[in-house]
């Protein structure tokens, strides 16, 4: 593999005695790695859904090695159903760091295409906020098809500058993860063109813009919260250097332990820090975790959106149809014309870009409301009223997924869930023996 003769001087100073190691690791192949996501599958599904072993990472009890002979993982049945994501295995080792717990307050900064957005939802369960903002307005898209597919019912979705986002949002969030830009050494065994762009003006000019992205990051967080900083590249300056800065500006700030156990201490005496190189089992990957100082105020949450009283009715109407337990008291907002399922205690959202808060519950088509596939991405088959589960290899899952119409249960109408498996993947209609695809015409394979 031919890597710039710079960035290897850079890295035989850097390694030492390990550069060979290194030089040797260029050879091989890289790491493929997927992530479990527990808002859908469970660890057992995923582990028989393969017709070979998944190895765990010492990364994240979510992330698991898979073979090159997995092939193209992005076909699965179970990728278009949520049930995992695809991830380069140190690329889960940030999340693990920040550890967030059910019922707090997330935000991820920089969050396309949202691998580690999508980490944070499911050790969130679905309780409390995971904001993910994504500066980049066509990357914020994919991250809401992500976090859709993923079955995210608690996000919001923002387009934000950080220097707008972060003072607006002054001690909002528990914990906030900033996976900056970064010059992408880590990733030059998965991709040649990353490599031929490298330069030391771009591995300085990525150091400058993340410092102003962790002096921002640093607003958003409460006092007694905790930042989470990642990259996926080697280079000092963009890694210990950053943090070192960002200490001596910041005094509130103090460096923790990541708690991570895969890859191995930060270098230049910053052994609290993570890093992780291709010879640990990653692509390549760094994290430092960042407590700040100081007593939290509560929160300022906004009003929430008045639902006109025939928006509501209609809206709850299709909770009823869909599901066996509605909600009795869901919050809803609607959104042009559609109606969102959306988190509670949001704070004021204008001005923030924000693309979406919370699921799509339904739709006006024409005079009707009719509901939409991202609810039922974020619903298991034992909470609908009624749900097709198709085995993953069937000719029924693979038309399902090509838009076709199926058979169903003679005696079933209605609203109806697909899944793949036990995994929700999309819906229908169900009337006289056959179901009517309502799989999104974007997401159809072929
Ligand atoms: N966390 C993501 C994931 O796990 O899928 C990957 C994030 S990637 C390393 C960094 C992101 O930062 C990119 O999506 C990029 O568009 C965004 N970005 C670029 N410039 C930025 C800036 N000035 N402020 C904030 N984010 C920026």
Redesign the pocket.
């Known amino acids: 593999m031919d890597l710039p003769a710079p960035f290897l001087r850079r890295m035989q100073s850097l390694l030492g005695d390990e550069y060979p190691a290194y030089l040797a690791c260029c050879e091989e192949p890289h790491f493929r790695g997927i992530r479990l996501n527990t808002l859908k599958c469970t660890e057992e599904t995923l582990l028989a859904s393969f017709p070979f072993p998944l190895e765990r990472t010492p990364f994240s009890p979510l992330s698991f090695y898979y073979p090159p002979e997995g092939g193209k993982i992005g076909a699965h049945p179970l990728h278009h159903a949520g049930a995992f994501y695809s991830q380069e295995p140190s ?1 889960s080792s940030a999340v693990t760091a920040l550890a967030p717990q059910p019922g707090e307050r997330v935000l ?10 999508t980490q944070i939802a499911a050790l969130l369960g679905g309780e409390g906020l995971l904001w993910s903002n ?3 307005r066509s ?1 914020a898209n994919i991250l809401l098809s992500n976090l859709e597919r993923m079955g995210v019912r608690n996000a919001v979705v923002s387009s934000c ?2 220097e707008t986002l972060c003072p607006a949002l002054e001690g909002f969030f528990d914990r906030v993860l900033v ?4 010059s992408g050494e880590g990733m030059f065994r998965r991709d040649g063109q990353a490599a031929a762009e490298w330069s030391e003006e771009h591995v300085r000019s990525c150091a400058v ?1 993340q410092r ?2 962790l002096d921002d990051a640093a607003r958003a967080l409460r006092p007694g919260g905790t930042l989470v900083y990642s ?2 590249t080697f280079s000092p300056e963009e890694n210990e250097e950053t943090i070192a800065a960002f200490l001596s500006r910041h005094e509130d700030f103090s460096l923790g332990e990541t708690g991570l156990s895969g890859g191995r201490p930060g270098f230049f005496g910053m052994t609290a820090a993570r890093r992780i190189f291709p010879m640990d089992g990653g692509e390549g990957h760094f994290v430092a975790l960042l407590r700040k100082q100081g007593e939290a105020l509560p929160p300022a949450f906004a009003e929430p959106a008045a639902v006109p009283p025939a928006v509501s009715a209609a809206a709850r109407e299709i909770l009823g149809e869909v599901f066996r337990n509605p909600e009795r008291d869901p919050a809803l907002a609607p959104a042009g014309d559609l109606v969102l399922l959306a988190p509670r205690e949001l704070p004021e959202l204008r001005g923030l870009g924000v693309l979406r808060a919370g699921v799509p519950l339904c739709e006006k088509k024409g005079k009707r409301y009719e509901p939409c596939h991202g609810l039922f991405m974020a619903s298991r088959p034992e909470e609908l009223r009624l749900c097709l589960s198709l085995q993953l290899d069937s000719p029924a899952l693979a038309a399902f997924l090509r838009g076709e119409e199926i058979d169903a249960p003679g005696d079933w109408k209605g609203w109806c869930g697909v899944a793949a498996g036990s995994v929700v993947t999309g819906f229908g209609k169900c009337s006289g023996g056959r179901l009517k695809n309502r799989y999104p015409k974007g997401l159809r394979s072929f």
């Open positions: 690329a991820d900064l920089c969050a396309a295409p949202g691998g580690k957005s994504e500066v980049v990357r500058r950080p996976d900056a830009p970064c813009r102003a992205i990259t996926c």
